[in-house]
């Protein structure tokens, strides 16, 4: 088992440390061999002049050939920056204009050695030790695309995972990735699925557990049931989500942006000035280059790489740009309670049966109405072992949100199995108890209440600390939203160390609250993903827990956590704040250079080559202090 873990230990890093996605490994082998055609003109070019120094037109010719290699995709894009408000475009604008008075001037050597530079810096930038996208690129490799399926017959035939379908049989051995999301039928294996939920616990999977694509079988072999197709994974979606999430690094909307729209009319009247006063072309070329904003471009986009990168190491999938826009102002932080900070998984405490009725027929009537619902109360009473089973028939029922199910039995008889609130609805008479359990459910059968059911559900271990660790970052309030009882609501508040609690809410309470928090608050609201999409869209964010398996909890979240560790909710708010402090520092950093190097090339003191080679000093700034968010 240690060599097998070890492996998939290696075979992480080594995807890790891999940090060009594919179009940037296509960029880089362009630029490379456009800089290697280029340095062989410019030495050709040299060689012939100083053998023939004499003879002009050749070594010209030589050296527009390099001009041209490596100068057009530069000027290509500046053009781009006339017609298009892309700053990234207009960042290019200054170098196309000053390549091209070398040209035009004669200079060119010139015209080649400074696009050849800067390219140069750019190789180094994109082989930075960031490596955010190369990161998400690795995961990739990770899908597995074969599968050993087994037929009815027990034979086994290796396909294609695409071509799997739902209900369909495959073999996993130990060692193996398991290629498509699905439920062990046979076997028993510990799972590492670090590369979905960042956690390094295998978990062990047994008959009935559900198993995920790109995550490893370590030690058993393991017969799985298909139940999603292979563009349905859980790994797929996330896969998908982490594509988009790629664009949340460039925000028309930021700071950066809105300085450009006024630093490049501003350098472009520099240079003018400064080669008009000088009567030297060379120092308005310099003023050109020195000013070329390559770190003003990374200010943003190098700290939320960086940021994607240490959360996706840990289960942390971040969608959209709210992570630095809102959570890092967040000042409430509102938990659902079921599936949230408790496990979710409810047990069967106690069958209580009110008057003569007997806990076998509280048992046998709540059993057939549980059958009809996917609600954890349903399956912790059918997953019980009471040795009882259901044999009431029911015609149809209902399952009304926040308060249970009506069902109506063939022979006509009304049934109810609920909550408190569900049978006074329907004028049933509840008996007063002051029961500090964590749920109850009450069955009641033609307006009598025959019994109630009572149920446990565990706090999570860290929950605590957690809600500590928040207030500690500043989190002015902190509350709980349930539809279960009050005083369970206030003992699970209590235990959690939250104080503010909101108990027998159905969705839409939950929904109005929420809406009310964000006129005066930004609102955190953090949920399972599955009652709770109404509120975790409304919220200003909305982090979905344990989201592995729950396509409504990727769909309906700004966050997504694969995993059920509550101490990266107040983690993934002090990544927020730490990434915005530095986006401010890049800020300042890379202005400050900038102008120090327009009026170092303004006043003649470095030449244009110079300002080529210390034009990215800004940009290294900003790429190492981005850096440190990953420690």
Avoid at 33 to 39: F, K, N, S
Avoid at 506 to 512: I, T
């Amino acid at each position: 088992m240690k060599n097998i873990d070890n492996t998939f230990k290696n075979k992480i890093d080594s995807l890790a440390k891999n940090n060009l996605s594919d179009a940037s490994s296509k960029r880089l082998g362009r630029d490379l061999t456009t800089g290697i055609i280029a340095i062989l003109c410019i030495c050709v070019g040299l060689i012939y002049s100083a053998v023939f120094p004499d003879k002009k037109l050749i070594p010209s010719i030589i050296y527009t050939v390099a001009f041209l290699v490596e100068g057009i995709p530069i000027l290509i894009t500046g053009l781009k920056g006339l017609f298009k408000r892309n700053p990234s475009n207009e960042m290019e604008l200054l170098v196309s204009i000053a390549i091209l008075a070398c040209y035009f001037n004669g200079n060119l050597i010139l015209s080649s050695v400074i696009p050849l530079i800067l390219n140069a810096a750019h190789i180094l930038e994109e082989r930075s030790i960031l490596g955010g996208r190369g990161i998400i690129d690795g995961l990739k490799k990770m899908q597995q695309d074969t599968a050993t399926m087994v037929s009815d017959d027990g034979s086994e035939k290796v396909v294609d995972a695409k071509t799997l379908r739902i209900g369909q049989r495959i073999v996993v051995k130990p060692g193996e990735i398991i290629p498509i999301d699905g439920v062990v039928i046979k076997g028993e294996s510990d799972i590492d699925q670090k590369s979905l939920t960042g956690e390094s616990k295998p978990f062990h999977a047994e008959p009935g557990n559900n198993v995920y694509a790109s995550t490893i079988n370590l030690d058993g072999n393991l017969i799985i049931e298909v139940t999603k197709e292979y563009k349905d994974t859980s790994f797929s979606k996330i896969l998908s989500m982490l594509e988009k999430s790629e664009n949340i690094t460039n925000s028309d909307t930021s700071i950066m942006n809105k300085f450009l729209k006024y630093y490049i009319p501003f350098v472009l009247a520099v240079a003018a000035i400064s080669g008009f006063v000088t009567k030297n072309v060379n120092v308005f070329i310099a003023v050109l280059v020195s000013s070329c904003p390559c770190g003003h471009m990374l200010v943003s986009s190098a700290p939320m790489i960086a940021a994607l990168s240490v959360a996706t190491k840990r289960g942390i999938l971040i969608k959209n740009s709210k992570f630095i826009e809102e959570l890092s102002e967040v000042s409430t932080v509102v938990f659902d309670k079921t599936g949230t900070i408790t496990e979710g998984s409810f047990s069967l405490r106690e069958v209580i049966p009110f008057g003569e009725h007997t806990e076998e027929e509280v048992l046998k009537i709540s059993h057939s109405m549980a059958s009809t619902s996917n609600h954890p109360v349903s399956r912790a009473l059918l997953s019980s072992d009471s040795g009882i089973k259901a044999d009431v028939e029911i015609m149809s029922s209902q399952e009304l949100s926040g308060r249970g199910i009506k069902a109506t039995l063939k022979d006509g008889r009304i049934c109810l199995f609920g909550n408190r609130r569900l049978l006074c609805e329907n004028g049933i008479e509840v008996p007063e108890e002051n029961e500090e359990s964590v749920s109850i459910s009450y069955i009641a059968l033609d307006n009598e209440c025959l019994g109630k059911l009572i149920f446990e559900d565990k706090l999570r271990d860290n929950v605590k600390e957690s809600t500590e660790e928040l207030t500690e970052s500043g989190i002015d309030k902190i509350m709980l939203l349930t539809g279960d009882r009050k005083t369970s609501a206030e003992i699970a508040g209590q235990k959690a160390g939250i104080t503010q609690v909101c108990s027998e809410l159905l969705p839409e309470d939950k929904l109005r609250i929420i809406e009310d928090l964000k006129k005066n608050e930004c609102v955190v609201f953090v949920g399972d993903g599955i009652n709770d999409a109404p509120a975790l869209k409304s919220s200003n964010v909305g982090i979905a827990m344990g989201a592995m398996g729950s396509d409504v909890a990727i769909e309906s979240s700004d966050i997504a956590l694969m995993n059920n560790n509550l101490e990266n909710i107040p983690y993934v708010i002090k990544l927020s704040k730490s990434t915005r402090k530095i986006i401010y520092q890049n800020m300042i950093a890379s202005i400050i250079v900038s102008f120090v190097m327009i009026a170092l090339s303004a006043f003649s003191i470095i030449s244009s080559v110079i300002a080529a080679i210390l034009h990215n000093v800004g940009a290294f700034i900003v790429l190492i202090n981005s850096a440190r968010i990953r420690k």
